[in-house]
């Protein structure tokens, strides 16, 4: 069944009118073709302190998720196991620790070890997938990633990670900008900021990027697996 076009979390918070302005977005939604997935910095600081509420797990682990994060694992690992039966590429981004002060945002940071920025072991890259180290929020920013797209062929993305105000929007706005059909993956998305999230998802979903339920994608990525077979 044809979702709506609206059928979002945003829905609590946005109200009619901004709706009404944002009419003349309103199109077909879907998975591109020649897809990749771009997962954003998966990293296991997004994870510390466990799956509690974010105010209680940043106090003592700053940057962290928390329950935001963990409540977007066992999605992420139906989308990643999903993507890999049918051939489609799972790519990585995360950063360096020591990044001799280049930043992604202009976040206060405490010293912090390598570790931080591996990525999360239940979401670990399997042999031979590409890893991408940046400095900045966006993903393309500075890095070989347009180039190694360009190689495999790749027409369109799939994006998944955090933080969707983040480096999520960051990483978007430049991969539109770059000529790729974009597709955000809410229950795959996540903020510290329910609110960010929120109107962050709204204003890629009508500008940058097709936001679609998980359910919806694996559905397209397990059709794509059986014309393979």
């Known amino acids: 069944m044809k979702r709506d076009f609206e059928d979002h979390c945003w829905k609590d918070i946005v109200d009619p009118e901004i709706l009404e302005i944002y009419k003349a977005y309103e199109r077909e939604i879907f998975v591109g073709p020649k897809p990749a997935v771009l997962a954003i910095d998966l990293y296991n600081k997004a994870y510390l302190g466990g799956n509690k509420p974010v105010p209680e797990v940043n106090r003592l682990h700053s940057g962290s998720c928390g329950e935001n994060a963990w409540k977007a694992i066992a999605p992420t690992q139906a989308l990643f196991k999903a993507a890999r039966a049918a051939g489609v590429p799972v790519i990585y981004s995360t950063r360096h620790a020591d990044t001799a002060g280049v930043k992604s945002t202009n976040r206060r940071m405490k010293e912090e070890s390598e570790d931080q920025y591996g990525i999360f072991d239940q979401l670990a890259p399997e042999p031979g997938e590409l890893v991408i180290y940046k400095e900045r929020a966006s993903a393309f920013f500075g890095t070989p990633l347009i ?83």
């Not at 983040?166 to 809410?186: I, K, P, Q, W």
Request: charged letters at 25%.
């Open 147 to 229: 180039a190694h797209l360009r190689r495999l062929g790749v027409e369109s993305l799939i994006i998944c990670g955090e933080s969707t105000s983040g480096c999520v929007r960051a990483s978007t706005v430049d991969a539109y900008s770059y000529g790729f059909h974009n597709v955000l993956v809410e229950e795959c998305t996540y903020d510290r900021s329910m609110l960010s999230h929120k109107v962050n998802l709204f204003d890629l979903h009508h500008k940058y990027a097709d936001v679609m339920h998980i359910e919806d994608v694996l559905a397209h990525l397990e059709k794509s697996q059986r014309k393979a077979a």
